[in-house]
């Protein structure tokens, strides 16, 4: 495993080089038992251990609904000082509704997850692979309801979005296009804000249970994301990076990994 990045002395936690935040796609995972955390460990306990090694965390499970006020709460008292939390916006806005006539979920949502205080990073939107660019007017309009002062990424996974008026579209309205590492989607290059969001995402198909250790070399991979990372490093953006367990089957594997690409961070 990587090494720990938990401040002992202070209760803060930092990321592995400046301006970096490598984190997973979730953290209950009870196929991490061995490696990230102990054996036998609650699974209530599984968020306060995995502070103690990342920077930030993307929450899944509030792609399944918006949690309750008293869960951030918790959330937040458990999160040291420094550590982000990116989370997706619900399925019920982006899969359900097509972002179409939900402004109120959607505003409720970011004010739920506000609680989080300055633990909160990036909010993704995740769009379905059915929604096309002909819904870039929906798009716009749903961007424009958004509450201000948050910082906003959004995913598409059908390549007719990949043209030059969703970038200028997102530059407008300061939220970024999410970078994949996904089968059915290219290679993207392009920052729309001071931040950039990258999630290496994999095939569900190829690891669909058993996420105890990597299955799948991807190193080359890797070094070319770090080297994009590098970048935008260099330009002074702050970059937002999740492994999904299907990337490698095991998500913590991917950070240590890559961590080992760079020479370690820290």
């Known amino acids: 495993m990587q090494e720990r990045l938990f401040e002992e002395n202070t209760g803060s936690i930092s990321p592995p080089e400046r301006g ?3 984190g997973t796609s979730g953290w209950s995972y009870a196929d991490w ?3 990230l955390y102990p054996e036998g460990l609650a699974p209530g306990a599984r968020l306060a251990e995995y502070v103690k090694s990342y920077a930030t965390v993307e929450i899944d499970s509030t792609f399944y609904g918006t949690p309750r006020r008293s869960t951030v ?3 937040r008292e458990v999160a040291p000082e420094g550590f982000l939390f990116a989370a997706k916006f ?3 806005i982006t899969h359900e509704k097509n972002l179409a006539g939900c402004e109120g979920a959607a505003e409720n949502f970011v004010r739920v997850m506000e609680g989080l205080g300055d633990r909160l990073g990036p909010l993704l939107l995740q769009l379905p692979p059915s929604f096309t660019v002909e819904g870039m007017d929906t798009l716009e309009t749903f961007l424009d309801s958004l509450p201000d002062g948050f910082r906003y990424a959004v995913e598409v ?13 997102l530059w407008e309205h300061g939220a970024v296009l999410t970078l994949v590492d996904y089968p059915r989607m290219p290679r993207v290059e392009e920052a729309t804000a001071d931040f950039v969001y990258i999630r290496w995402l ?3 198909r190829e690891f669909p249970e058993g996420h105890t250790h990597p299955k799948k070399d991807r190193r080359k991979d890797l070094r070319w994301w770090s080297a994009l990372v590098d970048r935008f490093l260099s330009e002074g953006r702050t970059v937002f990076a999740y492994a999904n367990n299907h990337y490698q089957n095991h998500s913590p594997s991917t950070l240590e990994q890559f961590l080992g690409l760079r020479g370690g961070g820290r």
Do not use: I, M
């Open 73 to 75: 709460q918790k959330w």
């Open 157 to 169: 996974r059908h390549r007719s979005w990949l043209r030059p008026d969703l970038t200028d579209l």
């Open 202 to 204: 994999g095939d569900r």
């Open 90 to 92: 619900p399925q019920e």
């Open 33 to 35: 038992e061995g490696t």
């Open 20 to 22: 970096l935040y490598l």
